[in-house]
């Protein structure tokens, strides 16, 4: 499939917000999953928020519980990662992708070249 394409990054303060999109190819609500991860240097990729589309539910990791919230625009074809209270351990490349296959694993075959999120302080 096509990448899809991330947008939305920059450089804030801590204690700011961010709000990335994601432009998919096709209607998200078409998705199995949608998928949001980061990957910071020295550490391991990690998955910051999920959406199953059959019934809405969502799901984030201890680490951005409460601050991140993943959405998505089916009139847009995009989805979007809403940052709020940024740490400095948020900087990372963020990336999106999609799960088309509805055989009950989310695990996307092509990510978004990533946008850039650097917290300050």
């Known amino acids: 499939q096509v990448q899809p394409l991330e947008s939305g990054g920059g450089s804030v303060q801590v204690g700011g917000s961010l709000r990335l999109s994601c432009q998919l190819s096709?209607?998200?609500?078409?998705?199995?999953?949608l998928v949001w991860s980061r990957q910071a240097p020295g550490k391991e990729r990690e998955e910051v928020a999920s959406l199953y589309t059959l019934h809405g539910n969502k799901y984030y990791p201890a680490s951005v519980k409460g601050r991140f919230t993943i959405s998505q625009d089916s009139a847009q074809n995009s989805i979007y990662l809403q940052m709020d209270s940024l740490k400095v351990e948020d900087t990372a490349m963020y990336y999106c992708a999609a799960e088309w296959r509805r055989d009950g694993n989310c695990v996307p075959n092509f990510w978004g070249q990533g946008t850039q999120v650097t917290v300050s302080s």
């Open positions: 096709r209607n998200p609500a078409d998705a199995y999953c």
